[in-house]
């Protein structure tokens, strides 16, 4: 893009400039993505008076030594497995102030559940590498299947959260964790961030170029194209349509498949999204906000192809649609 910028430049007789590239929000750290949950287990006594349900089990598990440290998707795995082991045992209790006692623990365990899902997907280190900007650029080539793939990944992830949302608690969570697993291997996310980034910081300096001819010394007068005029055109179908928009073309499919499903992802949940993740959801994930990053993208692609074609036409070389 600095190469094609510099070109522009020459054909045009301008000094490119480069502009810095535009400031990009990066997911929040852990502490500030992730919700509270409150303790609502219960007590030692209690839980050893219900010997012979299946609950103690399910809390026995938890407070062991691995129990305690609790990975975000374990975390919800095991609120799920204490709703029903607690549910089932209701039923066996003959003691009325255990059973009061459990219901109320059921009752604030599920009011509690969206935090603990909201945990499981946007609190995770799996779904923080996916969003991470440290691995460069989108290259399309390495990518293509694998946005395949995470695309019905995340499809399936939603399916599964707006399940559990809904209060549909039988939910098998292992190829959940599967996928999480993947995240951690592709920071693909974020390459297509970095990349929207610096197509948006060149397409501008480009189009800031083509304006300077357009406006302040035309290339042609009375429409006539010359020999300049020829060689920008040259460079328009050469460069720009077999080189420049291919790989736009490309972070576009790559986007439209992993940000429409993360999108879902945080807006079904946004009822419960901590404060401190709203800026990033709405430059990165709000695709209906007009200052996130992809209607930004989309809007430099309209305005670059609008000022070749206004340069062009001065020529009497404006390019019609096949």
């Given amino acids: 893009m600095d190469e094609y910028v510099k070109r522009l430049a020459n054909v045009l007789d301008v000094e490119p400039v480069y502009s810095d590239l535009i400031d990009i929000e990066r997911i929040p750290r852990p502490r500030d993505r992730r919700l509270s949950i409150p303790e609502h287990d219960i007590n030692m006594l209690d839980f050893l008076s219900l010997y012979g349900c299946e609950l103690q089990f399910v809390v026995g598990e938890k407070n062991s030594i691995l129990g305690r440290v609790m990975q975000p998707l374990n975390s919800l795995r095991y609120e799920l497995q204490f ?19 459990l219901t109320q623990v059921i009752e604030l365990k599920k009011q509690y559940l969206p935090r603990v899902i909201w945990n499981a997907t946007w609190g995770t280190k799996e779904i923080a590498q996916l969003m991470s900007l440290s691995s460069g650029l989108y290259d399309p080539e390495k990518s293509q299947y694998e946005i395949s793939s995470y695309n019905q990944d995340i499809v399936y992830v939603n399916k599964r959260v707006q399940q559990l949302l809904q209060g549909q608690y039988e939910q098998d969570l292992e190829y959940m964790g599967e996928i999480q697993q993947r995240w951690q291997y592709g920071s693909r996310a974020g390459q297509l961030h970095n990349s929207a980034r610096l197509l948006i910081s060149r397409l501008d300096d480009g189009t800031n170029i083509l304006k300077q001819r357009i406006d302040e010394n ?38 439209d498949q992993l940000f429409q499903p993360l999108a879902r992802l945080a807006k079904i949940q946004t009822e419960i999204m901590p404060r401190t993740f709203n800026d990033y959801y709405q430059q990165t994930l709000n695709l209906n906000y007009q200052e996130n990053i992809w209607a930004l993208y989309q809007q430099r692609i309209k305005e670059h192809t609008e000022a070749w074609q206004d340069l062009l036409e001065q020529c009497g070389l404006r390019p019609t649609p096949d």
């Fill in 83 to 101: 709703i029903d082991a607690a549910q089932q045992c209701l039923v066996e209790i003959d003691n009325e102030s255990l059973r009061t006692k």
């Fill in 218 to 255: 035309p290339l042609c007068l009375q429409g006539r194209p010359n020999n300049q005029a020829k060689i920008l055109e040259s460079m328009f179908f050469k460069v720009y349509i077999e080189k420049v928009q291919p790989y736009m073309s490309a972070v576009n499919s790559g986007a």
